[in-house]
């Protein structure tokens, strides 16, 4: 296989991350927070969580456990449960940020301990049955059409996407921080924030 042979397929699976995942989520807005308020020791480790979960996750059904995940609907029940629950209480958790004065603070609300922020962007990843349906089988689906040795040039190509686009959401945020400097941006981030998650979260639980 030649450069030029390996280059279509990688640009598609570039163009078809991009397509998937640069759009309003759980991850994503929480990716954003943390980006906003420019710690760096909290958002290398959450971008690198990102990245290489996206990353497992295409592999996962390049190789085919897409097709596992299909027949696992108990599995893709249990996760739906925990997770909306999950985006419900990280909803209501921004939503009284929202309406609390004193976590409208660029210097320290907008901040979380490591901890909290590595558990918090595994479980906004992980505990998201849509991740294994568009990820692994819509992904890993699209990624088998290709050749044998043309789907992983393909799966390079999406994984790429996902390091783009999380660096640039995580580390490119912090442009916004002028913006930021006033509890009134806080306060509609936290509330946009809110609506997604609680929105997503019942959305879950609902079976949507």
Excluded: K
């Amino acid at each position: 296989m030649t450069f030029f042979d390996a280059l279509l397929p990688a640009l598609l699976g570039l163009g078809t991350g991009f397509t998937l995942i640069v759009a309003i989520g759980a991850q994503n807005a929480f990716l954003l927070r943390l980006g906003i308020a420019g710690n760096n020791r909290t958002l290398v480790p959450v971008v690198l969580i990102c990245a290489l979960s996206d990353a497992a996750l295409i592999v996962a059904g390049i190789v085919g456990i897409g097709a596992l995940v299909e027949r696992a609907p108990v599995a893709l029940v249990l996760i739906r449960v925990l997770g909306s629950g999950f985006l419900i209480v990280y909803g209501l958790l921004a939503a009284r940020r929202a309406f609390r004065p004193q976590a409208l603070v660029a210097s320290d609300g907008a901040e979380l301990p490591l901890r909290s922020a590595i558990l918090t962007a595994i479980g906004l990843t992980w505990l998201n049955p849509h991740v294994y349906l568009d990820t692994v089988v819509f992904l890993g689906s699209i990624g088998n059409q290709q050749g044998e040795l043309e789907r992983w040039w393909w799966a390079g190509g999406a994984m790429t996407a996902s390091v783009v686009w999380f660096c640039a959401l995580g580390f490119g945020a912090r442009l916004l921080r002028p913006f930021f400097a006033r509890p009134r941006s806080w306060r509609i981030l936290d509330g946009t924030i809110a609506v997604v998650m609680l929105g997503l979260g019942v959305r879950m639980a609902v079976g949507g």
